[in-house]
């Protein structure tokens, strides 16, 4: 999709494995202007990849930051797209129905492939 996007033009995208975003959200938590700037960046860079959505259960309070994202991008019309291994019905229960409708809402792709990485 992001290849799609770009079409070979002169757009910006952001990719964010979600693992590593945790990682900087949290290490931005207590300085108040390094979190919002984290924040504003990801609310609005024209396109959004987040990578490997679910591959650990998230706090209440990165789900908060997550939702601020997406409800944005939702809201402003930004595309976004968001990987992950599962389902939608393990993605309404990990995330919840206030992230979940805005995301499965929009255009899924399923993909029912081999991990290329085990086969390596």
Not at 4 to 29: D, I, M, P
Not at 68 to 88: E, G, K, L, Q, V
């Amino acid at each position: 999709m992001l290849r799609h996007y770009l079409g070979g033009q002169r757009r910006v995208a952001r990719f964010w494995n979600v693992s590593q975003l945790h990682g900087e959200w949290f290490e931005s938590f207590g300085n108040r202007v390094e979190h919002s700037g984290l924040t504003m960046r990801l609310s609005q860079t024209p396109m959004l990849v987040l990578d490997d959505m679910g591959q650990r259960t998230p706090t209440d309070a990165f789900l908060e930051f997550i939702y601020r994202i997406i409800d944005s991008r939702y809201a402003n019309d930004r595309p976004t797209c968001i990987t992950t291994n599962m389902n939608s019905e393990e993605f309404l229960e990990k995330f919840g129905s206030a992230i979940a409708s805005r995301v499965l809402g929009g255009y899924c792709v399923e993909m029912d492939a081999t991990d290329r990485r085990i086969n390596s």
